[in-house]
Protein backbone atom coordinates (compact mmCIF):
# COMPACT_ATOMS: atom_id res chain seq x y z
CA UNK A 1 0.00 0.00 0.00
CA UNK A 2 1.30 3.23 -0.95
CA UNK A 3 0.86 6.84 0.79
CA UNK A 4 -2.56 8.30 -0.54
CA UNK A 5 -2.09 10.73 -3.75
CA UNK A 6 -2.88 14.28 -1.46
CA UNK A 7 -2.38 16.75 -4.02
CA UNK A 8 -6.27 16.78 -5.53
CA UNK A 9 -7.66 16.37 -2.52
CA UNK A 10 -8.92 19.50 -0.03
CA UNK A 11 -6.53 20.15 2.76
CA UNK A 12 -10.02 19.94 5.28
CA UNK A 13 -11.18 16.48 3.44
CA UNK A 14 -7.87 15.21 4.22
CA UNK A 15 -8.22 16.65 8.03
CA UNK A 16 -11.53 15.44 8.24
CA UNK A 17 -10.39 11.82 7.29
CA UNK A 18 -7.70 12.08 9.70
CA UNK A 19 -10.13 13.25 12.64
CA UNK A 20 -12.21 10.25 12.17
CA UNK A 21 -9.29 7.51 11.65
CA UNK A 22 -8.01 9.21 15.01
CA UNK A 23 -11.49 9.25 16.74
CA UNK A 24 -10.86 4.92 16.09
CA UNK A 25 -7.30 5.02 16.98
CA UNK A 26 -8.02 6.74 20.23
CA UNK A 27 -10.43 3.92 21.48
CA UNK A 28 -8.10 1.07 20.42
CA UNK A 29 -6.28 -1.51 23.21
CA UNK A 30 -3.03 -0.94 24.17
CA UNK A 31 -2.23 -4.63 22.25
CA UNK A 32 -3.77 -3.12 19.34
CA UNK A 33 -1.31 -0.21 19.13
CA UNK A 34 1.41 -1.90 19.92
CA UNK A 35 1.41 -3.88 17.38
CA UNK A 36 0.85 -1.26 15.00
CA UNK A 37 3.79 0.10 16.06
CA UNK A 38 5.74 -2.81 15.85
CA UNK A 39 4.31 -3.59 12.21
CA UNK A 40 5.54 0.23 11.57
CA UNK A 41 9.07 -0.84 12.99
CA UNK A 42 9.37 -4.45 10.37
CA UNK A 43 7.86 -1.78 7.10
CA UNK A 44 10.77 0.58 8.14
CA UNK A 45 13.46 -1.83 8.37
CA UNK A 46 12.12 -4.49 5.13
CA UNK A 47 12.25 -0.86 3.13
CA UNK A 48 15.68 0.60 4.48
CA UNK A 49 17.19 0.67 1.25
CA UNK A 50 14.64 2.52 -0.44
CA UNK A 51 14.72 4.93 2.32
CA UNK A 52 18.30 5.59 2.50
CA UNK A 53 18.23 6.02 -1.21
CA UNK A 54 15.59 8.50 -0.94
CA UNK A 55 17.76 10.49 1.29
CA UNK A 56 21.01 10.21 -0.72
CA UNK A 57 19.21 12.13 -3.27
CA UNK A 58 17.84 14.72 -0.97
CA UNK A 59 21.09 15.25 0.37
CA UNK A 60 22.36 15.07 -2.99
CA UNK A 61 19.69 17.88 -3.75
CA UNK A 62 20.43 20.13 -0.80
CA UNK A 63 24.08 20.31 -1.32
CA UNK A 64 23.13 21.50 -4.83
CA UNK A 65 21.14 24.56 -3.23
CA UNK A 66 23.64 25.07 -1.05
CA UNK A 67 21.41 24.50 2.27
CA UNK A 68 23.35 25.79 5.18
CA UNK A 69 25.38 22.81 6.81
CA UNK A 70 23.82 22.50 10.34
CA UNK A 71 20.41 22.05 8.39
CA UNK A 72 22.10 19.76 6.22
CA UNK A 73 23.35 17.97 9.13
CA UNK A 74 19.67 17.42 10.24
CA UNK A 75 18.35 15.96 6.64
CA UNK A 76 21.03 12.93 6.20
CA UNK A 77 19.89 9.60 7.12
CA UNK A 78 22.70 7.09 7.46
CA UNK A 79 22.21 3.34 8.21
CA UNK A 80 22.96 4.14 11.67
CA UNK A 81 20.96 6.64 11.95
CA UNK A 82 18.03 4.87 10.64
CA UNK A 83 18.38 1.91 12.98
CA UNK A 84 18.08 3.91 15.70
CA UNK A 85 15.52 5.75 14.77
CA UNK A 86 13.73 2.40 14.01
CA UNK A 87 14.75 1.43 17.63
CA UNK A 88 13.02 4.57 18.95
CA UNK A 89 10.09 3.24 17.84
CA UNK A 90 10.19 -0.25 19.50
CA UNK A 91 10.98 1.63 22.41
CA UNK A 92 7.72 3.58 22.28
CA UNK A 93 6.10 0.47 22.38
CA UNK A 94 7.30 -1.10 25.39
CA UNK A 95 6.11 2.39 26.76
CA UNK A 96 3.07 2.12 29.27
CA UNK A 97 -0.43 3.06 27.34
CA UNK A 98 -0.57 7.02 28.62
CA UNK A 99 -4.57 6.64 27.60
CA UNK A 100 -6.93 5.37 30.39
CA UNK A 101 -5.15 6.20 33.34
CA UNK A 102 -7.26 7.14 36.27
CA UNK A 103 -5.26 10.05 38.01
CA UNK A 104 -8.18 10.91 40.14
CA UNK A 105 -10.81 8.61 41.82
CA UNK A 106 -12.95 10.07 44.39
CA UNK A 107 -16.24 9.82 46.27
CA UNK A 108 -18.29 12.87 46.08
CA UNK A 109 -21.30 11.35 48.05
CA UNK A 110 -22.44 8.00 48.66
CA UNK A 111 -22.76 6.58 45.00
CA UNK A 112 -21.52 9.41 43.51
CA UNK A 113 -18.12 8.88 42.32
CA UNK A 114 -15.55 11.41 40.22
CA UNK A 115 -12.71 10.07 38.05
CA UNK A 116 -9.82 12.18 36.06
CA UNK A 117 -8.99 9.80 33.08
CA UNK A 118 -6.26 10.61 30.16
CA UNK A 119 -7.64 10.56 26.53
CA UNK A 120 -6.04 11.28 23.69
CA UNK A 121 -5.47 15.08 21.98
CA UNK A 122 -7.17 14.07 18.87
CA UNK A 123 -4.89 15.41 15.67
CA UNK A 124 -1.29 16.56 15.92
CA UNK A 125 -0.19 19.20 13.30
CA UNK A 126 3.88 18.65 13.21
CA UNK A 127 5.76 21.26 10.62
CA UNK A 128 9.73 20.50 10.59
CA UNK A 129 12.68 21.12 9.07
CA UNK A 130 14.97 18.62 7.36
CA UNK A 131 15.27 15.51 10.15
CA UNK A 132 13.40 12.86 8.66
CA UNK A 133 13.98 10.55 11.94
CA UNK A 134 11.87 13.37 13.43
CA UNK A 135 8.76 11.78 11.29
CA UNK A 136 9.40 8.87 12.30
CA UNK A 137 9.78 9.30 16.51
CA UNK A 138 6.55 11.56 15.83
CA UNK A 139 4.58 9.02 13.99
CA UNK A 140 5.19 6.05 16.70
CA UNK A 141 4.08 8.68 19.52
CA UNK A 142 1.41 9.61 17.94
CA UNK A 143 -0.32 5.80 17.74
CA UNK A 144 0.65 4.90 21.08
CA UNK A 145 -1.34 7.99 22.69
CA UNK A 146 -3.69 7.50 20.33
CA UNK A 147 -3.50 10.80 17.72
CA UNK A 148 -3.71 11.17 14.37
CA UNK A 149 -0.91 13.15 12.71
CA UNK A 150 -0.54 15.64 10.01
CA UNK A 151 3.00 15.85 9.19
CA UNK A 152 4.80 18.47 7.28
CA UNK A 153 8.26 17.90 6.13
CA UNK A 154 10.76 20.75 4.81
CA UNK A 155 11.47 20.86 1.15
CA UNK A 156 14.55 19.76 1.37
CA UNK A 157 13.72 16.48 3.01
CA UNK A 158 10.42 15.75 0.42
CA UNK A 159 12.12 12.19 -1.11
CA UNK A 160 12.75 11.16 2.40
CA UNK A 161 9.56 11.97 4.15
CA UNK A 162 7.37 10.24 1.17
CA UNK A 163 9.31 7.10 1.34
CA UNK A 164 8.83 7.30 5.24
CA UNK A 165 5.40 7.33 4.76
CA UNK A 166 4.66 5.18 2.19
CA UNK A 167 6.69 2.88 4.79
CA UNK A 168 4.84 3.49 7.41
CA UNK A 169 1.19 3.32 5.83
CA UNK A 170 2.44 -0.48 4.55
CA UNK A 171 2.57 -1.58 7.76
CA UNK A 172 -0.17 0.10 9.39
CA UNK A 173 -2.31 -1.66 6.64
CA UNK A 174 -2.01 -4.95 7.92
CA UNK A 175 -3.11 -3.90 11.72
CA UNK A 176 -6.23 -2.24 13.33
CA UNK A 177 -4.98 0.96 13.16
CA UNK A 178 -5.97 3.01 9.45
CA UNK A 179 -3.73 4.53 7.49
CA UNK A 180 -5.30 7.43 7.17
CA UNK A 181 -4.46 8.06 10.97
CA UNK A 182 -1.02 9.34 9.64
CA UNK A 183 -0.84 11.97 6.35
CA UNK A 184 1.67 13.64 4.81
CA UNK A 185 1.75 17.14 3.27
CA UNK A 186 4.09 18.18 0.42
CA UNK A 187 3.85 21.79 -0.29
CA UNK A 188 4.51 25.17 1.76
CA UNK A 189 1.55 26.61 0.42
CA UNK A 190 -0.83 23.47 2.62
CA UNK A 191 1.14 25.11 6.02
CA UNK A 192 -1.36 28.38 6.13
CA UNK A 193 -4.18 26.49 5.29
CA UNK A 194 -3.32 23.65 7.77
CA UNK A 195 -2.85 26.22 10.93
CA UNK A 196 -6.68 27.38 9.77
CA UNK A 197 -8.05 24.00 10.59
CA UNK A 198 -8.60 24.61 14.08
CA UNK A 199 -11.66 22.36 13.51
CA UNK A 200 -9.89 19.68 12.72
CA UNK A 201 -6.85 19.96 14.38
CA UNK A 202 -6.00 20.23 18.11
CA UNK A 203 -2.45 21.30 18.43
CA UNK A 204 0.44 22.57 15.82
CA UNK A 205 3.85 21.10 16.57
CA UNK A 206 6.47 23.40 14.84
CA UNK A 207 10.17 22.75 15.06
CA UNK A 208 12.61 25.35 12.89
CA UNK A 209 13.85 28.84 13.00
CA UNK A 210 12.47 31.12 15.49
CA UNK A 211 11.12 33.17 12.81
CA UNK A 212 8.97 30.11 11.66
CA UNK A 213 8.42 29.33 14.88
CA UNK A 214 6.91 32.91 15.52
CA UNK A 215 5.24 33.02 12.58
CA UNK A 216 3.23 29.57 13.48
CA UNK A 217 2.22 31.09 16.73
CA UNK A 218 0.68 34.52 14.98
CA UNK A 219 -1.28 32.33 12.26
CA UNK A 220 -3.40 30.11 14.57
CA UNK A 221 -6.36 29.68 16.65
CA UNK A 222 -4.72 26.46 17.29
CA UNK A 223 -2.18 25.51 20.77
CA UNK A 224 1.16 25.79 19.68
CA UNK A 225 4.03 23.83 21.61
CA UNK A 226 7.28 24.27 20.93
CA UNK A 227 10.44 26.47 21.08
CA UNK A 228 12.04 28.61 18.82
CA UNK A 229 15.75 28.90 20.02
CA UNK A 230 18.21 26.23 21.88
CA UNK A 231 20.24 28.89 23.04
CA UNK A 232 21.76 26.69 25.40
CA UNK A 233 24.69 27.51 28.45
CA UNK A 234 27.59 25.66 30.16
CA UNK A 235 28.29 27.70 33.18
CA UNK A 236 32.11 26.60 34.81
CA UNK A 237 32.09 27.78 38.87
CA UNK A 238 34.97 28.14 40.70
CA UNK A 239 34.57 25.39 42.47
CA UNK A 240 34.73 22.88 39.51
CA UNK A 241 36.46 20.09 38.76
CA UNK A 242 38.87 20.99 35.83
CA UNK A 243 38.86 17.79 33.98
CA UNK A 244 34.86 17.03 34.75
CA UNK A 245 34.79 21.12 33.20
CA UNK A 246 36.50 20.17 30.29
CA UNK A 247 35.45 16.84 29.21
CA UNK A 248 31.89 18.34 30.06
CA UNK A 249 32.74 21.05 27.41
CA UNK A 250 33.62 19.64 24.60
CA UNK A 251 30.84 16.96 25.00
CA UNK A 252 28.23 19.62 25.21
CA UNK A 253 29.81 21.58 22.25
CA UNK A 254 30.90 18.84 19.57
CA UNK A 255 29.00 15.85 20.46
CA UNK A 256 26.52 17.08 17.71
CA UNK A 257 26.56 20.72 17.09
CA UNK A 258 23.64 20.75 15.06
CA UNK A 259 21.18 20.21 17.66
CA UNK A 260 19.38 22.01 19.97
CA UNK A 261 20.86 21.40 23.20
CA UNK A 262 23.80 22.37 22.24
CA UNK A 263 25.92 24.65 24.10
CA UNK A 264 26.54 28.21 22.22
CA UNK A 265 27.90 30.14 25.08
CA UNK A 266 30.73 29.40 27.90
CA UNK A 267 30.74 31.46 31.32
CA UNK A 268 33.46 30.64 33.11
CA UNK A 269 34.13 32.13 37.11
CA UNK A 270 37.28 34.68 36.77
CA UNK A 271 38.97 32.64 39.73
CA UNK A 272 39.51 29.26 37.94
CA UNK A 273 39.48 31.43 34.06
CA UNK A 274 43.52 31.57 33.96
CA UNK A 275 43.59 27.68 34.56
CA UNK A 276 40.86 26.38 33.15
CA UNK A 277 40.23 28.14 29.45
CA UNK A 278 43.71 27.26 28.37
CA UNK A 279 42.72 23.94 28.62
CA UNK A 280 39.29 24.46 27.51
CA UNK A 281 40.68 25.62 23.91
CA UNK A 282 43.35 23.50 23.42
CA UNK A 283 40.80 20.43 23.67
CA UNK A 284 37.96 22.53 21.57
CA UNK A 285 40.57 23.56 18.92
CA UNK A 286 41.19 19.86 18.47
CA UNK A 287 37.68 19.57 17.35
CA UNK A 288 37.94 23.00 15.10
CA UNK A 289 35.50 24.77 16.95
CA UNK A 290 35.75 28.60 16.43
CA UNK A 291 36.12 30.59 19.91
CA UNK A 292 34.77 34.00 20.09
CA UNK A 293 35.32 35.56 23.61
CA UNK A 294 34.60 38.78 26.18
CA UNK A 295 37.82 41.43 26.62
CA UNK A 296 38.53 39.23 29.72
CA UNK A 297 38.58 35.74 28.31
CA UNK A 298 40.96 37.24 25.49
CA UNK A 299 43.37 38.47 27.81
CA UNK A 300 43.82 34.45 28.48
CA UNK A 301 43.65 33.25 25.36
CA UNK A 302 43.70 34.17 21.89
CA UNK A 303 40.82 34.54 20.30
CA UNK A 304 38.21 36.64 18.41
CA UNK A 305 36.35 38.74 19.63
CA UNK A 306 32.89 38.10 20.88
CA UNK A 307 29.65 41.07 20.22
CA UNK A 308 26.38 41.20 22.09
CA UNK A 309 24.84 39.99 19.34
CA UNK A 310 26.76 36.20 19.68
CA UNK A 311 25.05 35.81 22.73
CA UNK A 312 21.70 36.00 21.60
CA UNK A 313 23.19 33.97 18.48
CA UNK A 314 22.23 29.55 17.94
CA UNK A 315 25.18 29.13 16.30
CA UNK A 316 24.35 25.46 15.53
CA UNK A 317 27.83 24.93 14.29
CA UNK A 318 31.14 24.64 15.62
CA UNK A 319 31.51 28.24 17.16
CA UNK A 320 31.26 28.78 20.63
CA UNK A 321 30.99 31.69 22.52
CA UNK A 322 33.15 32.67 26.15
CA UNK A 323 32.45 35.37 28.80
CA UNK A 324 34.55 35.12 32.06
CA UNK A 325 31.79 36.05 35.38
CA UNK A 326 32.64 36.89 38.86
CA UNK A 327 30.00 34.94 40.52
CA UNK A 328 27.54 32.36 40.25
CA UNK A 329 24.40 35.30 40.36
CA UNK A 330 26.37 37.08 37.28
CA UNK A 331 26.36 33.97 35.11
CA UNK A 332 22.28 33.04 36.56
CA UNK A 333 21.60 36.78 35.01
CA UNK A 334 23.41 36.44 31.89
CA UNK A 335 21.26 33.15 31.24
CA UNK A 336 17.93 34.45 32.40
CA UNK A 337 18.72 37.77 29.64
CA UNK A 338 20.51 35.68 26.76
CA UNK A 339 19.05 32.29 27.23
CA UNK A 340 16.23 30.80 25.37
CA UNK A 341 14.64 28.44 28.52
CA UNK A 342 16.17 25.35 27.02
CA UNK A 343 19.10 23.67 28.19
CA UNK A 344 21.59 25.77 30.83
CA UNK A 345 23.86 23.38 33.07
CA UNK A 346 26.52 24.17 35.69
CA UNK A 347 29.97 22.21 36.13
CA UNK A 348 30.61 22.77 40.05
CA UNK A 349 31.84 20.49 43.50
CA UNK A 350 29.85 22.92 45.11
CA UNK A 351 26.48 21.76 46.41
CA UNK A 352 25.07 24.63 47.43
CA UNK A 353 26.02 26.83 44.03
CA UNK A 354 24.49 24.21 42.23
CA UNK A 355 21.38 24.48 43.79
CA UNK A 356 21.03 28.16 43.67
CA UNK A 357 21.82 27.54 39.86
CA UNK A 358 19.22 24.92 39.73
CA UNK A 359 16.38 26.82 41.29
CA UNK A 360 17.38 30.59 39.92
CA UNK A 361 17.95 29.53 36.36
CA UNK A 362 14.81 29.69 34.37
CA UNK A 363 14.67 26.87 31.61
CA UNK A 364 13.25 23.36 31.04
CA UNK A 365 15.80 21.84 31.59
CA UNK A 366 18.79 22.87 34.10
CA UNK A 367 21.69 19.89 34.63
CA UNK A 368 24.34 19.96 36.97
CA UNK A 369 28.25 18.05 36.39
CA UNK A 370 26.62 16.16 32.89
CA UNK A 371 26.51 17.75 29.25
CA UNK A 372 23.12 19.69 28.14
CA UNK A 373 23.13 16.86 25.28
CA UNK A 374 21.02 14.63 27.21
CA UNK A 375 18.03 16.92 26.95
CA UNK A 376 16.49 14.69 25.05
CA UNK A 377 13.04 12.30 25.06
CA UNK A 378 14.77 9.04 24.38
CA UNK A 379 17.69 9.75 27.01
CA UNK A 380 15.04 10.54 29.51
CA UNK A 381 13.80 7.13 28.75
CA UNK A 382 10.68 8.76 26.94
CA UNK A 383 11.57 6.37 23.95
CA UNK A 384 11.52 9.50 21.58
CA UNK A 385 10.15 12.86 21.59
CA UNK A 386 7.74 15.13 19.32
CA UNK A 387 10.00 18.33 20.08
CA UNK A 388 11.35 20.21 23.34
CA UNK A 389 8.91 23.00 24.34
CA UNK A 390 10.38 26.29 26.14
CA UNK A 391 7.03 27.71 27.26
CA UNK A 392 6.02 28.17 31.19
CA UNK A 393 2.89 25.89 31.32
CA UNK A 394 3.84 22.44 31.25
CA UNK A 395 4.31 20.44 28.97
CA UNK A 396 7.69 21.49 29.05
CA UNK A 397 11.02 19.85 27.87
CA UNK A 398 11.47 17.41 26.40
CA UNK A 399 7.66 16.26 25.21
CA UNK A 400 6.78 12.38 24.72
CA UNK A 401 3.52 10.99 25.63
CA UNK A 402 2.79 12.55 28.90
CA UNK A 403 2.64 15.57 26.57
CA UNK A 404 0.44 14.22 23.76
CA UNK A 405 -2.84 13.28 26.33
CA UNK A 406 -5.41 15.63 27.78
CA UNK A 407 -7.97 14.52 30.60
CA UNK A 408 -11.98 14.32 31.00
CA UNK A 409 -13.48 14.61 34.43
CA UNK A 410 -16.08 11.46 34.63
CA UNK A 411 -18.85 11.50 37.46
CA UNK A 412 -21.76 8.44 37.58
CA UNK A 413 -24.47 8.73 40.40
CA UNK A 414 -27.41 7.49 40.73
CA UNK A 415 -29.95 9.88 40.33
CA UNK A 416 -28.05 12.36 42.51
CA UNK A 417 -29.06 15.89 41.58
CA UNK A 418 -27.09 19.57 42.35
CA UNK A 419 -29.86 20.56 44.64
CA UNK A 420 -29.38 17.89 47.32
CA UNK A 421 -26.28 19.73 47.80
CA UNK A 422 -27.46 23.64 48.56
CA UNK A 423 -29.58 25.70 51.06
CA UNK A 424 -30.52 25.57 54.33
CA UNK A 425 -30.67 21.85 54.66
CA UNK A 426 -28.21 21.19 52.13
CA UNK A 427 -26.74 17.65 52.05
CA UNK A 428 -22.34 17.86 52.67
CA UNK A 429 -20.13 16.17 49.80
CA UNK A 430 -18.11 13.38 51.59
CA UNK A 431 -15.18 14.50 48.89
CA UNK A 432 -12.88 10.78 50.08
CA UNK A 433 -11.03 9.34 47.62
CA UNK A 434 -10.99 5.92 46.72
Same mark, same amino acid.
Given at each position: ???????????? $? %?????????????? *? +? !?? #???? &????????????????????????????????????????????????????????????????????????????????????????????????????????????????????????? $? %?????????????? *? +? !?? #???? &???????????????????????????????????????????????????????????????????????????????????????????????????????????????????????????????????????????????????????????????????????????????????????????????????????????????????????????????????????????????????????????????
Amino acid at each position: MTATPLASIPLS $A %IAQKTRQASQKLAV *L +S !TK #AKNE &AIEAIAQALEAAAPEILAANAADCQAAEADKIPKPLYNRLKLNETKLKGAIQGVRDVGNLGDPVGNVQIHRELDQGLILKRVTCSLGVLGVIFEARPDALIQITSLAIKSGNGVILKGGKE $A %IRSCETLVKAIHKG *L +S !TT #AVDP &ATVQLLTTREEIKELLQLDNYVDLIIPRGSNAFVRFVQENTRIPVLGHADGICHLYIDAAADLEKAVTITVDAKTQYPAVCNAIETLLVHSTIAPRFLPLAAEALKKRNVELRGDEASREIIPISVATDEDWSTEYSDLILSIKVVDSVEEAINHINTYGSRHTDAIVTEDQEVADSFGNQVDAANVFHNCSTRFADGFRYGFGAEVGISTQQMPPRGPVGLEGLVTYKYKVTGNGHIAATYVGENAKPFTHRDI
